[in-house]
């Protein structure tokens, strides 16, 4: 039911797995993090997607699995969540969810909000954050000036505008880089560079703050880093429906 696992020669059922949906759409899980709350039970799995139910039991778009279950995660989300990160703001590492709620746990929580192993709080309201309709990807990412939680997704008012930054309570807008469904990042060798992509693109921006796009064409669903061993070392792998690419250019 719409979670699996593979232990390595087949895939398993991963507990009750997830119901629930909207009807126009059914459950659908989204995103995937692992998060330890420091709380003596290691590191856990959660998922957040377009979910209410798991083997009857209420977990509103946010779950965590203890090993044997999906439990709840402090009330849940009101609506959808579309993706999970983990941040530390230097109050220590905490789990963030985007998506299309407005609260968490019953705390008004628009679009973004924390979790910090015990309960949900929410973000400050600044800078381009107020304008963001829908977060659909996170990624954590350090352009030299400390590491940043970074957030794409549809900023209603500001529509040159889909990738921002948080740090230190401030959100920032980093412009426009693709409809930003996916997040990565990765370093090519000038260092970590923040990639995204989407159906207009891979777009990346480097410390210099100019975003320059790769086209692939139609769209990219996910990015991630990852090393096959053929030894030329990490390497940004794009999933989506592409059939080729085109040359890069600067925008």
């Known amino acids: 039911k719409n979670v699996a696992r593979w232990d390595g020669s087949s895939w398993r059922p991963l507990g009750a797995g997830f119901e629930g949906g909207p009807p126009q759409y059914g459950p659908e899980v989204r995103a995937f993090a692992s998060y330890d709350a420091g709380l003596g039970a290691g590191s856990e799995l959660y998922a957040v997607g ?4 798991s083997g009857g039991v209420l977990v509103n778009h946010v779950a965590r699995w ?22 530390d ?61 970074i957030v794409g997704g549809a900023f209603g008012t500001q529509p040159f505008s889909t990738v921002a930054s948080y740090r230190a309570g401030t959100w920032t807008s980093l412009g426009f880089g693709g409809d930003a469904r996916a997040l990565a990042v990765f370093d090519a060798g000038s260092g970590p560079e923040l990639f995204s992509g989407g159906t207009n693109g891979i777009w990346r921006r480097g410390a210099a703050g100019t975003w320059s796009a790769q086209i692939f064409l139609v769209t990219t669903y996910d990015l991630h880093v990852f090393d096959d061993g053929t030894g030329s070392g990490p390497a940004l792998f794009a999933a989506g429906q592409f059939q080729s690419r085109s040359e890069e250019h600067t925008s």
């Open 50 to 53: 377009r979910f209410t139910l």
């Open 89 to 149: 703001d230097g109050t220590g590492p905490a789990l963030y969810a985007t998506g299309q709620f407005t609260s968490a746990g019953g705390v008004p929580a628009p679009k973004v909000a924390r979790w910090n192993g015990t309960a949900w709080s929410s973000l400050p309201v600044n800078g381009p954050i107020g304008a963001l309709n829908v977060g659909v990807s996170l990624a954590v990412w350090d352009d030299g000036s400390g590491p940043a939680l």
């Open 66 to 87: 203890d090993g044997a279950l999906w439990q709840p995660v402090g009330g849940g989300l009101s609506d959808d969540a579309f993706a999970l990160a983990v941040y």
